[in-house]
């Protein structure tokens, strides 16, 4: 199993799942159907034993119950990161107005996720039925999430964003996104490997290399959760995506910080 056959793999999958097109049962309204959710995926692959994950056990980072992909997955030598970046529907509808969430883009949040999970387990198939170990850290059952030891932000054991950073595949933003080649607005997900996979070099030295602190995501929170000298307020973000939930349910979702930005689609 090579690099290039696994994206192969999964480039096919976005294009041929039904469970990357809104369906006919799910759709909020029956113009949404068969609206794509994510275009391409794109990858980076970083090494299991990369320091920068024991350096997350840090308190200023993530805390000290992050676990390190060896601990996930002994023998691991490949962590194997993804973006799936919104199509210009989704993005484009929650662009419309600045207070509460599209229908397309909780579409996107609920059943997007829904497909990248359906992606990480194909990927982990093909990794099993060739013969090598392999483990989803966001679908472990020792996965736990919490508020970090600062009382500034939540974390968890395991952190797509931070992993797609130890990978290569980007930079933080001021809204705490993460900025890839095709840009914030997306979603991210991993798999861990005994697979020794070429690596990927990471193209920046600094957390916020790709954000040009612009402050377009600060004008757009609803709830007031971005500043450009503080970052983004976990908390009140998460506060609002409550709110959603309550009005939304079963999904929720926001994204306001990552629409019509200079960072949407592309590195400023």
């Known amino acids: 199993m090579t690099r290039d056959e696994l994206i192969a793999n999964a480039v096919k999958l976005t294009d041929e799942s039904p469970g990357n097109y809104i369906s ?13 959710i994510f275009g391409h995926p794109v990858f980076a692959i970083g090494a299991a034993d990369d320091d920068i994950f024991n350096k997350y056990k840090s308190p200023d980072v993530i805390g000290d119950y992050f676990i390190p992909p060896a601990e996930w997955l002994p023998g691991a030598k490949s962590v194997i990161s993804c973006f799936l970046p919104y199509t210009e529907r989704i993005k484009t ?6 207070k509460w969430p599209s229908n397309e883009w909780l579409h996107g949040r609920y059943e997007g996720q829904i497909f ?4 990480s387990y194909h ?3 093909l990794l099993i039925g060739a013969g090598h170990k392999s483990l989803i850290p966001a679908f472990d059952d020792r996965l736990r999430a ?8 939540y974390a968890s054991s395991w952190s797509e964003r931070h992993a797609a950073y130890a990978c290569g595949l980007g930079t933080f933003g001021l809204s705490n996104g993460l900025i890839t080649e095709k840009g914030v607005c997306g ?16 193209r920046y ?9 612009c402050g ?34 079963p999904r929720y979702g926001c994204g306001k910080c990552q629409v019509n930005v200079p960072c949407e689609s592309a590195i400023p």
């Open 24 to 36: 006919r049962g799910a759709a909020l309204d029956p113009s949404y159907v068969g609206i794509r």
């Open 93 to 98: 509808s929650n662009a419309a107005d600045y």
């Open 116 to 119: 990248m999970k359906e992606l």
């Open 123 to 125: 990927i982990h198939s």
């Open 146 to 153: 919490g508020v970090g030891e600062s009382q500034k932000r």
């Open 187 to 202: 979603r991210f997900g991993s798999v861990l490997t005994d697979l020794d996979l070429p690596k990927d070099v990471r």
């Open 205 to 213: 030295d600094g957390v916020y290399d790709y954000c040009n602190m």
């Open 216 to 249: 377009e995501c600060v004008s757009h929170c609803p709830a007031g959760a971005i500043s450009i000298n503080g970052g983004q307020n976990p908390f009140k973000c998460s506060d609002f995506l409550d709110r959603t939930s309550e009005k939304h349910k």
